[in-house]
């Protein structure tokens, strides 16, 4: 078969284990031809192509980012894109596309399957918000990421008593922050799925203090949103999937904590060095068993699905459901263990 391979929406760790999956069981066992879609869904609009073949893989199981190079193109956003799209599937006599991405470009996956064209689906995000897998690849590693710089940012804060906000990544749902923060012992999570109350977090960092704690560590998820009229934030540039760019809540936050406490407080911004570096050896694993799964669904003609964890085990779930619901944290995990650290 001659197999289409792209990368969509932001990167992260495991993208190029699971490309090198794909292609070593793909060429080796299946004896098929590989091309490589650059950019996510922008190379199949403007056909753009790369080989791809064993030799092409050597040495990027490691390796951070990805080789095809991902974008957030969306065709259905961009004039007579999915006509493109099609155009050059067809052109390149494509039988069946392995998309490796999160809930936008597995939801044009999911669209395209519509048109007739064979999808698999394999999940990513450092988010860890896609529902119908239990994780996805390159939320481990950014979780270690965020642990280890709570771990740092510990002991500077011991040193100068002061309040350490640390503003990790997680639009829609905040596993990085709730288990960084578990992880990390932090003294207050923020995330999106639970309305914070500023006055309530102060309330919280001043009997700490006067317990005789003075160095605090503030866990907040960049998607975190304060109850209404509570305080100020800032709002960015939307992009084709509708998503506003985030970052910066952090540096909302401390101020406020600085001028309603005032306590010393110092803010630090994880941003894009969560999605960065090398994969963990969970990540690496993982991604390598969603290659291999992806490959054997394109053999086994299972179009429209998606890989996914479940139970320790890789199965397949139709790219609709895949996509349908997100995956937020788990309230027991959040108010029955992150929780009863705070303060
Ligand atoms: O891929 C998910 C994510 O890392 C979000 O956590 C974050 O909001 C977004 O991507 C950042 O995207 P970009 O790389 O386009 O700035």
Redesign the pocket.
């Known amino acids: 078969m001659r197999v289409g391979l792209l990368t969509g929406?932001?990167d992260?760790p495991g993208l190029n284990a699971v490309i090198r999956a794909v292609v070593r069981k793909g060429e080796h066992h299946y004896g098929d031809e590989l091309v490589g879609f650059r950019d996510g869904w922008k190379g199949v609009i403007e056909h753009a192509t790369m080989p791809l073949d064993v030799e092409r893989c050597r040495g990027i199981l490691p390796r951070g980012g990805t080789i095809l190079g991902t974008s957030?193109t969306n065709p259905y956003k961009v004039e007579g894109g999915v006509e493109k799209a099609l155009a050059t599937l067809r052109d390149e006599r494509i039988d069946a596309l392995v998309a490796i991405g999160?809930e936008d470009t597995l939801g044009v996956a999911n669209k395209l399957t519509g048109e007739g064209v064979g999808v698999v689906g394999v999940p990513k995000?450092?988010?860890n918000d896609l529902s119908a897998t239990e994780v996805t690849f390159g939320f481990n590693t950014a979780l270690q990421i965020a642990t280890d710089a709570i771990d740092r940012l510990h002991t500077t804060a011991e040193s100068h008593d002061r309040v350490m906000v640390v503003e990790v990544?997680?639009?829609h749902a905040g596993w990085i922050a709730t288990e960084a923060g578990i992880a990390g012992g932090a003294a207050e999570i923020l995330i999106p799925e639970e309305e914070f109350d500023i006055e309530v977090v102060c309330d919280a960092l001043k009997r700490r203090h006067e317990k005789g704690r003075f160095a605090s560590i503030v866990v907040v998820a960049?998607g975190a949103q304060p109850k209404e009229g509570t305080m100020a934030i800032q709002s960015g540039e939307v992009d084709q999937f509708g998503h506003v760019?985030?970052g910066g809540i952090g540096n909302s936050v401390a101020e406020e904590i600085e001028k309603r406490t005032g306590f010393e407080t110092r803010v630090t911004i994880l941003g894009?060095v969560q999605?960065g570096g090398t994969p963990t050896a969970f990540d690496r694993i993982l991604a390598t068993r969603f290659g291999i799964a992806a490959i054997d669904a394109v053999h086994e003609g299972a179009f429209g699905q998606m890989v996914a964890l479940q139970a320790g085990q890789i199965v397949r779930v139709a790219l609709d459901e895949a996509v349908s619901e997100l995956k937020t944290v788990d309230p027991d995990l959040y108010h029955g263990v992150a929780e009863v650290f705070f303060g």
């Open positions: 929406g932001g992260c957030r999160g995000t450092i988010d990544m997680g639009r960049e760019r985030l894009h999605r």
